[in-house]
């Protein structure tokens, strides 16, 4: 009979990737762990993993136990964080852009006073999948304004927001109402370290009019992006509320074509998540002071 310890063993070992330090994370001897895993093979009659591969690789078999670990143990953890707690629970978000923290630090500090006994964390979503992320229970919520088409996710929409790009005073572009895809063909795009399928100004404005800039420019400081924008070295997408008042005086925004790109801001958990009172609680404190502190959003329109 498959065991918790077993989950967790085969958890440990794709995690760390060697018996020596998977032994370590779990507070065992080698040998120890050795013993447990001939143990295991034994009851499954077939290996858990590959014998001196280089990188480390789970047969087969392994993947199984894996993918039932990844599924088990996360709510297993949550479930004794909550009875042990009462009300508590745990909230680690993972966050897709740099300008959402204008409006989720003053969330979180709403949050923090209603729901006491939930422990939080922050995760940039720049280095992962946030949602792959979010079906393992690395994470329990992502904040992201692409929703995927799958039915173990609900989405809470927070509000409709306006990509802009801004620009130097001193750039060609400035003089224009809106931007048309072609004027970015000569221009250097300034964009946050991800991939170009995940970035809304080529996937909403660029893509369908099959241009792109000149040259791109990844750039992981929200503050030197905009150096880099002053000093007419780029241009950069965000929206309005991302910049303050002094940055928005010395640049300017330009709509993404004569009407806009428009896009949706969610807040995506676990369907089974969906109903907890401080995921709830989360998303409402999150809409009010969305409005009470942002400029150009409005409510999302239903689709």
């Known amino acids: ?16 990737g ?40 789970l047969t087969p078999q392994g993947k199984k136990l894996l993918e039932l670990a990844n599924d088990v143990l996360p709510r297993i953890e949550i479930t004794e964080k909550q009875l042990v707690h009462s009300e ?17 630090i003053p969330t979180l ?16 979503a720049f280095s992962f999948e946030p949602m792959e992320a979010l079906k393992n229970y690395d994470v329990d919520m992502v904040v992201t304004s692409d929703p995927l088409d799958d039915k173990q996710f ?4 927070l509000f409709d927001y306006q990509m802009l790009m801004v620009m130097s005073h001193d750039n060609a572009l400035s003089n ?4 048309q895809p072609k004027d970015v063909k000569d221009q250097t795009l300034l964009t946050y370290p991800v991939s170009h399928d995940r970035l809304d100004v080529f996937n909403y404005f660029l893509k369908p009019a099959k241009v792109n800039p000149k040259t791109t420019r990844k750039v992981e400081l929200p503050l030197m992006m905009m150096q880099l924008v002053l000093n007419n070295q780029g241009i950069a997408t965000m929206p309005q509320w991302a910049l303050t008042d002094e940055q928005q005086f ?23 998540d969906f109903t907890l009172d401080y995921v709830q609680d989360f998303s409402h404190i999150a809409h009010r002071v ?14």
């Open 1 to 16: 009979m498959i065991e918790i310890s077993h989950l967790k063993l085969v958890r440990s070992l794709y995690k760390q």
């Open 154 to 157: 609900e989405y809470l929409p």
């Open 176 to 179: 224009k109402s809106y931007l």
């Open 18 to 57: 060697n018996v020596s330090d998977a032994a370590d994370s779990l507070f065992v001897t080698q040998s120890a762990l050795s013993h447990q895993i001939k143990k295991l093979e034994s009851l499954l009659d077939g290996s858990i993993f590959v014998r001196h591969s280089d990188p480390f690789k």
């Open 88 to 104: 508590g629970g745990r909230l680690n978000i993972a966050i897709e852009c740099h300008s959402c923290f204008d409006w989720l």
């Open 250 to 272: 010395k640049v300017s925004l330009k709509p993404l074509g004569k009407n806009g790109v428009w896009r949706t801001l969610y807040l995506a958990v676990r369907r089974a």
């Open 290 to 303: 969305s409005f009470e502190n942002l400029t150009n959003i409005k409510p999302t329109q239903v689709k």
């Open 109 to 124: 500090d709403v949050f923090r006073e209603k729901q006491p006994k939930v422990d939080f964390d922050l995760s940039l």
